[in-house]
């Protein structure tokens, strides 16, 4: 665990600053925060060694072995406050980081061990709190997706798919995106016949649900065939191209950017399946060669 010092300034912090750390209610819900008792309590935790102060980062580590002694000790409700001032922490420190990946990066094993107290705190909240968590950390797992933390950010998006599914039911619109976004992750894994599986599952649902004309029907298509293409299923991917062409053609008209883009998709498609059945028979042509040559000869010393 790291936390930046920076953030505690002598001065305390300005309004807005104050209304957006909402992270700080998990340590007082009543009381605004005195930045010297919060310093005052920083030191006494370095005078036991509980925790370092790094100079070259400006931040307080503590070691994961004193963070699981520490969190066995509190009671249920102590965890609770914990999660909901963890979340709060991470989803602030996220808007905020920024685009350098130094400051990006700090803040990964922030997230992931803050889904993790969420996720073992799930028994002990209502399903209307747990969708509000789910809301966070559905922003925290697209944000360690962007990194490259595809591990991290699978399980997440596992956990806001099957808490949805059992809340709001496998068909409600906020479930089937959620499984959208989970066969993003399981593609970028490449566990591609997994996600090829839900996205025809995502595709079917929004089909019967939305209609054949909205929008989010029309880029699960064009999602499924990415995936179709990825696999090597050229024909199949064209097939679901084309009538996304088509639909984009008729509802954003020619001119339109994702009417462009779908169109030079459906042509890479079709580059893609000549320059392979070009292959295949430029291979066969070579392979007939071969046995005519090597039977001819052999067909000549027999004759000899």
């Known amino acids: 665990m790291a936390l930046s010092s920076s953030g505690y300034s002598r001065g305390g912090v300005d309004k807005e600053e104050q209304r957006d750390w909402n992270w700080q209610r998990g340590l007082s819900r009543e009381v605004r925060i005195d930045i010297g008792v919060v310093e005052a309590a920083l030191s006494a935790l370095r005078s036991f060694s509980l925790i370092q102060y790094r100079d ?12 699981v002694w520490g969190y066995e000790r509190l009671d249920v409700e102590a965890r609770l406050a914990l999660c909901r001032s963890a979340s709060d922490f991470v989803v602030v420190s996220i808007s905020q980081c920024g685009h350098e990946p130094i400051g990006k990066s700090r803040l990964v094993k922030h997230v992931s061990r803050s889904f993790q107290v969420a996720s073992e705190a799930r028994q002990y909240v209502s399903d209307d709190e747990c969708l509000v968590f789910v809301d966070k950390y559905g922003k925290c797992g697209d944000f360690l997706d962007t990194l490259g933390v595809r591990k991290d950010s699978r ?13 709001l039911g496998d068909e409600h619109p906020d479930t089937i995106s959620a499984m959208n976004n989970l066969t993003v992750a399981l593609s970028r894994q490449g566990h591609l016949d997994e ?4 996205k025809r599952e995502v595709v079917e649902k929004m089909r019967r649900i939305l209609g054949d004309e909205h929008p989010d029907t029309i880029t699960a298509m064009n999602n499924l065939a990415v995936t179709l293409s990825d696999q090597g299923h050229l024909d199949e991917a064209a097939s679901m191209r084309r ?3 088509k639909k984009r053609r008729r509802l954003l008209r020619d001119e339109h950017p994702d009417t462009t883009t779908a169109v030079n998709n459906l042509a890479m498609i079709h580059e893609r399946n000549q320059s392979k059945k070009s292959s295949i028979l430029g291979r066969r042509q070579k392979l007939k060669l071969l046995v005519k040559n090597t039977f001819g000869r052999h067909s000549s010393s027999d004759g000899m």
């Open 56 to 67: 070259e980062a400006d931040n307080y580590t503590m070691h994961k072995l004193v963070q």
């Open 155 to 167: 399980t997440i998006k596992e956990f806001e798919y099957n808490e949805l599914t059992d809340i």
């Open 195 to 198: 996600a090829a599986s839900m």
């Open 243 to 245: 009538p996304v062409v």
